[in-house]
C-alpha cells in the first residue's frame, strides 16, 4: 500500500519557460521558492493542480537567479510504517509475527525467536548437511629465537618451541600428517633488516615441493610481517615445514613470545569420509578413524582421551 505522496520538484535558473507533459498532469503546487511562477500570465499559488499542456513561466526573484517549483501526487510512496500496510494483521507481538506465516514461532517454516543470548536457538537451526564445519589444533611450533638468513638460499625456519602436539604431528617445526585428511595450515613470520631488504616465505611439502604460499615482499622501514593460510590435502606421512629466502633478513623471534609462527589443524570430517590411519598411535586421543594397515581387514578403532584404543568388528569384502 502507498501512502506518502511523490515529490516532483521543477527548478529553473533566469526566466524559463517549459509546457507540461502528460507524465506530470494531475500534480498537486506544494511550494514555490526563489521566485514567481506564472500559467497563462496567471501566478501559480500552492494546492493548484497542474495539467498536460500548461506553458508555465519562471521568473526568479534575482537576475539570474534560481526558482524551484515543488508538487506533489498523493499515495505514490510506502511510508515504510507497518500499519499503513492493506491488510496488516491486527495486534501485536508474537500474534503478528505468527500471522505472516500461519505457522507458530520457532518451529518449521515458521519465524524463528531469538534466545536470552539474543542468537537463534540451536534447535530452530537447520541441519548440517556435511563438509568441514570444524577443525582440531594439532600442531604448533614458535620461533624461540631471532635466525639470520643466509642470502639468497632458501632456509628451512627454526620454528623449534612446540606449543600444540597431538600424538607427536609436530616435531622441531616439522609437521607429519597422521592421517589421511585435509588440513587447514597457517603461518605468521616476523622478518626484519633493512629498508629494501627482499622476503619470501613458503610452506613446503616434504621438504621440497612449495604447497602453500606464504608471502613475499620488501621490507619498508625495519620489518615486515608475511602471513599466508589455506586447506592443504595431506596423505598420512607427508611432511610440512616453512622455508624462506633472502638476500639479508632475519626470522624475528624472541623467547616467550609467539611472533613467528606455524599452526596446522585437522578439518573435522563431514560427507567426505572418517580419517584413514596406518597404526593406532595416529588417532588422536578422544577421535575415531579407520585402521587399515595394508595387510589386515579395516576396521574402524576408536581411542578414549585417556588413550585406550577400542576396536570395532574387521571389514569383509565378502557382501
Known amino acids: ?183 587447514d595450515v597457517s603461518v605468521g613470520l616476523v622478518l626484519s633488516g633493512g629498508s629494501g631488504i627482499y622476503v619470501n616465505a613458503a610452506v613446503r611439502l616434504n621438504g621440497t615441493t612449495e604447497a602453500l604460499k606464504v608471502g613475499e615482499d620488501n621490507i619498508v622501514g625495519s620489518s615486515i610481517a608475511l602471513t599466508g593460510s589455506g586447506v592443504l590435502h595431506l596423505t598420512a606421512g607427508q611432511t610440512l615445514q616453512v622455508w624462506a629466502y633472502s638476500n639479508g633478513g632475519t626470522v624475528y623471534g624472541e623467547s616467550g613470545k609467539d611472533l613467528s609462527t606455524f599452526s596446522v589443524a585437522r578439518r573435522a570430517s563431514g560427507g567426505s569420509g572418517v580419517p584413514v590411519v596406518a597404526a593406532t598411535s595416529a588417532v588422536s586421543n578422544g577421535t575415531a578413524a579407520l585402521l587399515d594397515d595394508g595387510a589386515n581387514p579395516p576396521r574402524v578403532v576408536y581411542k578414549r582421551p585417556d588413550g585406550t584404543v577400542w576396536y570395532g568388528t574387521p571389514f569383509s569384502s565378502t557382501p
Open 1 to 183: 500500500m502507498k501512502t506518502d505522496p511523490g515529490h516532483y520538484d521543477f527548478v529553473a535558473t533566469g526566466t524559463v519557460s517549459i509546457t507540461v507533459a502528460s507524465r506530470f498532469n494531475g500534480l498537486t503546487v506544494a511550494s514555490i521558492e526563489g521566485g514567481s511562477v506564472t500559467r497563462n500570465g496567471t501566478y501559480v499559488l500552492a494546492l493548484d493542480t497542474l495539467a498536460t499542456g500548461d506553458v508555465l513561466t519562471f521568473t526568479p526573484t534575482t537576475t539570474g537567479g534560481t526558482t524551484t517549483l515543488a508538487c506533489q501526487r498523493s499515495n505514490e510512496e510506502f511510508s515504510g510504517n507497518y500499519t499503513d500496510l492493506n491488510g496488516a494483521p491486527s495486534g501485536g507481538g508474537s500474534t503478528a509475527w505468527a500471522d505472516i506465516t500461519g505457522k507458530p514461532l520457532g518451529t518449521v517454516n515458521g519465524v524463528a525467536t531469538l534466545g536470552s543470548d539474543g542468537k537463534v536457538p540451536s534447535s530452530q537451526l537447520p541441519a548440517s548437511s556435511g563438509g568441514s564445519a570444524t577443525a582440531a589444533l594439532i600442531g604448533r611450533a614458535v620461533q624461540n629465537a631471532s635466525q639470520s638468513l643466509p642470502g639468497n638460499t632458501w632456509t628451512q625456519v627454526n620454528l623449534t618451541r612446540i606449543t600444540q602436539d597431538a600424538g607427536g604431528a609436530m616435531v622441531a617445526g616439522t609437521f607429519t600428517a597422521p592421517t589421511t585428511d585435509d588440513y
